[in-house]
């Protein structure tokens, strides 16, 4: 085709182009499908019926306080895998919005998993409350945000998982002095604490504006 | 050399086939290109951030260290291994490369075996760091006994496990969920296993991060007195075994030729029956009386044979002695004694000697387990003193020199002195008296305020808090019979003041001539001096 003819065509183009409400939903469509959110949102939903299957049993305190961690870790792992966009660098090369697609995909998918895991805890009785899972989804979050742009989306669960343990075993030596009794431990403090729910939130801003700017370190193709 | 004076060849030259040093050099390629490697840094950071401090902390005995290590390395490697072998596993599918390498000339299971085998080198490389450090120290700071294996095979079988575990599911299901979900799924399954162990005959003590009795602290005399009892460990490593096994046949099934097939189905068949025959073995297992889980058809019998040792023991007219695992406690042990023991030496009925023995486990309800000594506490012709230190009674938290010997000073001592005129629950006011002036010329705990009944000697229940976590034995009004808990408004305590005024050979005397009588009951406080 030649450019005379991309000339002649483009009044003819324009008058079938969408407005720009609807291009703008198109890119965060294609966004969050690169990033396999659907699959995402769907293993989310798995998480939370987990934890509801959970919270049927009846556990000892170290069940009560510790199974619900690991659904939580497990749900930001989904959430910080799905960082990882399979397109690499003509992406950042070309999109101008991705540092706000980035932000919003993050932040809503913050919202689902914790808002999943409070439908999930309807009708059982969650240690700690819904106060906890907003506080150790969001700390964890950042822990995985900071791994995704300093290691890269495909294995930031890592982090997530290996600060799962820490707070497990900050909730064992709850019975097993010496107790962790630092706020940085936040799982292993309570629901309240005013300084644990500090450093889960300075994690979590941390890392969102980390991985907003710069995004996840991930190489094109896998 | 020209084209013309070359050689010509009539046929390719024959070159030696040498399969094992491809396999090697593919082996090498893989151990160079794994995400173990990667993941061994943050593996062992949580070794050292959760799991070091802790065991060090332990006091330097093999069975405490060993089966301390035993279930935190298992904790703490399961979550890295089964998530890198996973990473791995899905290799080949995340990076679209399936089809291509489905052409190379190996077969494709024995490539994904490599694969396999060099992620579990480093996962084993990483577990064989952290138990070298461990081992290493203990060595040098244990004065007595030699490492345990069977908690070591029991780790490394597991990591092997975990490693096949992650393996299969990145191969079999890949793709960028795998990887995190079954990293965390294996923990959760961990800590839901030992959820559901409910006393000594659960099925879920297969579960590799099962040592011995769950719930139950960690037990210095377990293994101290006694052989490591290894039958749970052999049934673990047959169940780990046989799932490793499975799961490798697994790998094997897709993308094969029919005859692969059917090998991987024989081979992941006879895996799971393995894994099924440990788990039936495992729910057969029972508290013994020792301490440890003893499996009747896995059991050597040459392990319920006490341990030959010499003890040691410190001087004075009646001798401490204690395991020689125990060393380091013999002076503060000693010393907090030899006030009441100088005191009773030489005494009709007075020990000989004070000798620590093993105590006796007996499984309770659920997951309780209640200690103590088996017989009297002064047994033998000359008689002896049975002494159960109080960490072979409570548990953990464990307790430094000092914190033991004030223990010991409030427990035993009145212990001895009650043994001595027999007092007891049902026992004379004059043996109170006795016993309880005995208590104070030797600075022991002699009377109280409390009013209520006197805590039975030598026995603690352990498990959860909700099942009724007895108290333990300490301070006043612990281990003298009663003479602890005597009323200091008490015409008995009274008279224990008066009798303990006395001089010493006073005291020795009247008791020399009266002490069979005392013992007897027939002695009342009137007639005490």
Redesign the interface.
């Given at each position: 085709m030649s450019a005379q003819r991309v000339a002649e065509m483009r009044p003819a183009l324009a008058s079938v182009s969408h407005p720009a409400w609807a291009s703008g939903l198109r890119l965060v469509w294609l966004h969050a499908t690169s990033r396999?959110f659907p699959?995402?949102l769907g293993?989310l939903a798995a998480c939370a019926i987990g934890l509801r299957i959970a919270l049927i049993?009846h556990?000892?305190?170290?069940?009560a306080l510790?199974?619900p961690l690991?659904?939580e870790?497990?749900s930001v792992?989904?959430l910080?895998?799905s960082t990882?966009s399979p397109l690499g660098e003509p992406e950042r090369v070309a999109g101008r919005w991705l540092p706000w697609l980035r932000l919003g995909s993050v932040v809503m998918l913050t919202a689902v998993a914790v808002g999943a895991l409070a439908a999930g805890a309807v009708g059982g009785h969650l240690s700690g409350g819904i106060l906890d899972v907003l506080r150790n989804v969001a700390g964890l979050t950042g822990i995985g945000l900071l791994c995704a742009a300093l290691v890269g989306g495909?294995?930031a669960?890592?982090g997530p998982?290996?600060y799962?343990?820490?707070g497990?075993?900050a909730l064992y030596t709850q019975w097993?002095?010496p107790a962790v009794t630092t706020p940085w431990m936040w799982p292993g403090r309570p629901p309240h604490d005013l300084g644990a729910e500090l450093c889960a939130g300075l994690v979590f801003t941390c890392g969102l504006a980390l991985f907003a700017v710069r995004g996840a370190r991930d190489r094109a193709?896998? | 050399m020209t084209a013309a004076s070359a050689p010509v060849l009539t046929r390719p030259a024959l070159v030696e086939r040498r399969p094992g040093l491809s396999t090697a050099r593919l082996l090498l390629l893989e151990l160079r290109h794994n995400a173990m490697l990667w993941m061994l840094p943050v593996a062992l950071a949580v070794f050292w951030f959760l799991s070091y401090r802790k065991t060090m902390d332990l006091p330097p005995l093999w069975n405490l260290r060993a089966t301390d290590l035993h279930t935190r390395a298992v904790a703490d490697l399961i979550v890295p291994v089964t998530g890198a072998a996973a990473l791995m596993g899905s290799r080949e599918a995340r990076r679209r490369m399936t089809d291509l390498m489905t052409s190379t000339a190996r077969p494709r299971w024995a490539r994904l075996l490599v694969t396999w085998a060099a992620t579990t080198i480093w996962a084993l490389v990483g577990y064989g760091a952290c138990l070298a450090v461990i081992y290493a120290v203990t060595a040098h700071q244990a004065s007595w006994g030699g490492p345990l294996w069977w908690p070591v095979v029991v780790t490394a079988a597991s990591v092997v496990a975990f490693s096949a575990v992650g393996f299969a599911a990145g191969t079999l299901l890949p793709g960028r969920l795998t990887a995190p979900l079954v990293a965390v799924g294996s923990w959760f399954v961990l800590v839901l296993s030992t959820q559901l162990i409910t006393g000594s005959q659960s099925y879920w003590q297969i579960s590799p991060v099962v040592a011995g009795p769950w719930d139950d602290t960690l037990d210095p005399g377990v293994a101290t007195f006694y052989p490591y009892v290894h039958d749970l460990s052999i049934a673990q490593v047959m169940f780990l075994a046989g799932l490793t096994v499975a799961m490798l046949g697994a790998v094997a099934w897709p993308r094969s030729s029919r005859r692969v097939r059917a090998a991987s189905a024989v081979v992941a068949a006879a895996g799971v029956l393995a894994a099924g025959t440990a788990v039936r073995l495992a729910g057969t297992g029972t508290l013994d009386a020792h301490g440890m889980i003893a499996i009747p058809a896995l059991h050597d019998a040459a392990s319920d044979l006490p341990i030959r040792f010499t003890p040691v023991c410190s001087r004075g007219s009646i001798p401490v002695c204690l395991n020689p695992a125990y060393s380091r406690s013999l002076p503060a042990v000693a010393a907090v004694l030899s006030p009441v023991l100088r005191e009773i030496a030489g005494l009709p009925g007075a020990p000989v000697r004070v000798i620590q023995v093993a105590a006796t486990y007996k499984q309770g309800t659920g997951n309780v387990i209640s200690t103590g000594l088996a017989g009297g506490a002064l047994q033998g012709e000359p008689p002896e003193f049975r002494l159960l230190l109080p960490d072979q009674q409570t548990g953990g938290p464990f307790l430094t020199n000092h914190e033991l010997a004030g223990q010991v000073r409030d427990s035993i001592g009145p212990a001895i002195v009650a043994s001595l005129v027999s007092d007891g629950p049902d026992a004379s006011e004059a043996q109170h008296a006795v016993a309880a002036a005995l208590s104070m010329d030797a600075g022991m705990p002699a009377g109280t305020d409390y009013p209520g009944q006197p805590v039975p000697r030598g026995t603690r229940v352990q498990g959860h808090q909700e099942t009724g976590q007895g108290p333990s034995c300490s301070g006043a009004g612990c281990g003298s019979g009663a003479a602890g808990n005597l009323d200091k408004s008490s015409p008995s305590y009274a008279a224990a003041r008066r009798f303990a005024a006395l001089p010493l050979a006073a005291q020795r005397s009247w008791l020399a001539q009266h002490l069979t009588a005392l013992r007897a009951g027939q002695i009342t406080l009137a007639q005490l001096p």
């Open positions: 396999r699959a995402a293993a049993g556990w000892d305190a170290y069940g510790q199974l690991i659904i870790a497990a792992c989904v910080t895998v990882a495909g294995v669960w890592i998982t290996a799962m343990i820490a497990v075993y097993h002095s193709g896998e | -």
